[in-house]
């Protein structure tokens, strides 16, 4: 790879568009729209400082072609209404001062339904995926309308007509979503179309309502409107589409489609939506290997996506000849600035993605976009720039955690003269114990690069190793304060031999600083015990997770699908609603739920029951000035996001 990034950043035609560089802003669901789907100036701010960042194209996720049947969830835009083209014009003026391109993923949610609305389909069986998720919930499967060839041909025109409206507002690419299993790849699919028309039966036949898409739209927008098509490149489904079948397909539409971007996955099975959308666990490059297969057997550029870690990394793609553009979503969430930055040769610069799905979480639920390594992310119209403070002061922060990091760098950059106290020799407090397992090396990547920030940040006295006390404090003669001093584990003491040698808190095996045996019971299921339970198994150990509640419902909500998954594939065994009684040497005495006392061997305990916030020794530096706050764990047991978020909005405002 050359230093100059000279693949990633060269320029490339698609159809009648030339792209200033091969990086894309991958679609993602972003919530800024108003809730009748149009624009609002929050979404356009956010789109105009991806561009400004310096990608090539920004691809705005899953808009729906009209706002009766085709919305999978609310504050998508709404390009069925002329209305739209207002907002849309605004939006590109504010992207393509700065050289990149506006697209939009046109898109009709199908099956795919996340609200109460009647579901559309190919067919109205109820596929294995439904099945088995109405079973898993307890319901009876969503009631699906079978498709007349009134409403084909009705979705047909309305799709055109929404890329219509895209190239009236100045849009010069469009994407159309075929993956996924929304509906036009429910009718490509066997899985879910089992019609005997002319749009059911063979593969020519199930492709046929996507193809009278792409030529509709071609028809009434002409070729200065480049195509786009997203699939996914298998469906990782039994029975399902695999790379063959898109081969197959993509060489049907040759001529008609300028770009395909290739994804994978089925959105109606949730075993399977850590492969489309990847946790920390997962491998970076997910679905590199799909896009690679697929372009040696075509003769249509394609775009590849799925946890592209960083900019070096899609300059390799691209120089290896295995896609022609690099899609990256959370990378971008996360920094935007990725390639102003990398131009600039300041790679420790670039803020690295957790894959903490945190954004996913927030726009999951239909909250605005929001992303737990940068809290500007989704608030750029108040926040992009920071405007320097009107009255200079000093600002001293008790605790080097995450929280605490980041209220030291926003309140240096506001021009304040800062103190950071950090009783430990090392900056992170307790991440540093979230950041030590080889799973989580997404989240050590951050916290090294949060570190170093810190330390790089001008007008910040670091005093690592001195404990602040109330007097130490009082004699810098603050202005403000900002105590963020975190939180203890939680080792309850009424537990017999829960003091014996063979017991660890869980944060000293993360870290390192502690070894198990070979048999290995983790005493809590919540995420910091099942991910420890994981990173113990994979290295070769025998674990068993006990818990007094329900495990699932302990599982921080960011991560249910992909460390759930895991945990069953190592076939982990998890005791819930298990009451811990004793702590024997050679294991552990445990009530299971049917009140019976039974024996667990092993020959290392495991102790991850949550922590206790430091209320006291933040309470103690009360009274000192008038301008005080508590952030992080000491206000809310909670995450990094809470951690990052809390720093940021009182740093922001002193």
Not at 146 to 174: P, Q, S
Not at 449 to 462: A, E, G, M, S
Not at 466 to 478: G, L, M, R, S
Not at 500 to 524: F, L, P, Y
């Amino acid at each position: 790879m050359g230093s100059n990034l000279e693949h990633v950043l060269s320029p490339i035609k698609i159809g009648n568009l030339e792209l200033k560089n091969r990086l894309q802003s991958a679609p993602h669901c972003f919530m800024l729209a108003t809730p009748d789907g149009y624009v609002t100036r929050e979404m356009i701010a956010y789109f105009r400082n991806i561009a400004k960042g310096g990608v090539g194209l920004i691809t705005m996720g899953e808009t729906p072609i009209d706002r009766k049947s085709a919305p999978a969830h609310n504050y998508s835009l709404n390009v069925g209404d002329d209305k739209i083209i207002h907002g849309l014009c605004e939006t590109i003026e504010a992207v393509q001062k700065f050289g990149a391109k506006l697209s939009v993923e046109l898109n009709h949610s199908g099956r795919i339904k996340l609200n109460g609305d009647p579901a559309l389909g190919p067919s109205n069986i109820p596929t294995p995926l439904e099945l088995e998720l109405a079973a898993e919930q307890g319901r009876e499967p969503r009631p699906v309308i079978e498709m007349t060839k009134d409403m084909i041909d009705e979705i047909i025109d309305e799709y055109a007509e929404g890329a219509l409206r895209c190239k009236k507002a100045g849009m010069e690419i469009v994407m159309l979503h075929t993956g996924h299993g929304h509906l036009l790849s429910s009718f490509l699919s066997p899985i879910s179309n089992h019609r005997t028309d002319a749009y059911g039966g063979s593969f020519e036949n199930r492709a046929r309502f996507a193809i009278e898409v792409i030529d509709e739209v071609r028809n009434r927008c002409g070729d200065k409107l480049a195509i786009e098509l997203r699939i996914s490149g298998n469906e990782l489904t039994p029975g399902g589409l695999d790379e063959d079948d898109m081969v197959k397909f993509i060489n049907m539409i040759e001529g008609k489609v300028d770009l395909v971007n290739v994804s994978a996955g089925l959105l109606g099975d949730n075993w399977i939506i850590s492969d489309q959308i990847q946790p920390t666990y997962w491998p970076h490059c997910y679905h590199v290997h799909r896009a690679e297969y697929i372009k040696q057997r075509v003769n249509v550029p394609i775009s590849t996506v799925g946890s592209i870690p960083d900019i070096q990394t899609a300059d390799e793609i691209i120089r290896d000849g295995k896609a022609d553009i690099v899609a990256m979503a959370r990378a971008l969430i996360v920094d935007p600035e990725m390639v102003n930055k990398a131009q600039a040769g300041q790679f420790e610069d670039i803020r690295p993605c957790m894959r903490c799905f945190m954004c996913n979480k927030k726009t999951r639920n239909f909250y605005p976009i929001r992303c737990s390594g940068n809290p500007v992310t989704g608030r750029e119209l108040d926040y992009a720039e920071l405007r320097p403070a009107l009255v200079k002061k000093k600002v001293v922060i008790v605790g080097g955690g995450p929280a605490g990091m980041e209220a030291a760098i926003t309140a240096s950059k506001k021009g304040h003269d800062v103190i950071l106290y950090e009783k430990s020799d090392k900056l992170g407090g307790n991440f540093n114990y979230a950041a030590g397992l080889e799973i989580k090396a997404d989240v050590k990547r951050f916290l090294e690069y949060l570190v170093l920030q810190t330390k790089k940040t001008p007008n910040l006295d670091i005093r690592l190793g001195v404990e602040a006390t109330p007097e130490k404090v009082k004699a810098d003669a603050p202005d403000a304060i900002i105590v963020a001093v975190g939180s203890d584990p939680l080792i309850p003491g009424a537990i017999p031999g829960i003091q014996g040698e063979n017991v660890v808190w869980v944060g000293d095996i993360d870290s390192g600083k502690a070894t198990v045996g070979d048999n290995v019971v983790v005493v809590g299921a919540g995420t910091t015990g099942a991910e420890t339970a994981l990173q113990l198994t994979i290295n070769g150990k025998k674990v068993t997770v006990i818990d007094l509640l329900d495990y699932k419902k302990q599982i921080a909500p960011e991560y249910p699908r992909g460390l759930t998954r895991k945990i069953t594939e190592y076939a982990i065994p998890i005791l819930d609603h298990t009451k811990l009684e004793e702590i024997t040497p050679v294991g552990v005495n445990v009530l299971t739920p049917d009140g019976h006392q039974e024996t667990i061997a092993a020959d290392t305990v495991v102790l991850s029951l949550g922590f206790r916030p430091r209320k006291a020794l933040a309470h103690s530096f009360d009274g000192i000035v008038p301008e005080i706050y508590h952030i992080g764990d000491v206000v809310r047991i909670g995450d990094v996001y809470n951690a990052i978020h809390d720093g940021f909005d009182i740093a922001v405002e002193i």
